[in-house]
Nanobody, 131 residues
């Protein structure tokens, strides 16, 4: 059974960096299309970035372009989200999710981002950007 586990969150000052990790448990030879999402207090969950199963195609929300980089290591069954130049508004709980039913694209991140849209989620990792 597919299971995702995030790690790497923490407290960082504005302008700082963090790298989030998502471990993909329970897959055999197929690699998962993975998305990163975030949910800030009082706000709707939003799509941040995604990577396809070949690890060649990626997409980003406009708010993180140029600052965040998604990558994957299939041998380790890991997907990473490198977050640089963090801003106060990046504060949120970050989740990874299996996007096996959707194409990794900016449009998908903008329109398909609710909890009920994806079958498998991680437990989330908290990122707090504060001075």
């Amino acid at each position: 059974q597919l299971r995702l586990v995030e790690s790497g969150g923490g407290l960082v000052q504005p302008g700082g960096s963090l790298r989030l990790s998502c471990v993909v448990h329970g897959v055999s030879n197929d690699y998962e299309r993975i998305g990163w999402f975030r949910e800030a207090p009082g706000k709707e969950r939003e799509g941040v970035s995604c990577i396809d199963e070949t690890r060649n195609r990626t997409a980003y929300a406009d708010s993180v372009k140029g600052r965040f980089t998604i990558s994957g290591d299939n041998a380790k069954k890991m997907v990473y989200l490198q977050m640089n130049n963090l801003k106060l508004e990046d504060t949120a709980v970050y989740y990874c999710a299996s996007m096996r039913d959707y194409y990794c694209a900016e449009y998908t991140l903008r329109t398909v981002h609710k909890y009920e849209d994806y079958e498998v989620w991680g437990q989330g990792t908290l990122v707090t950007v504060s001075s």
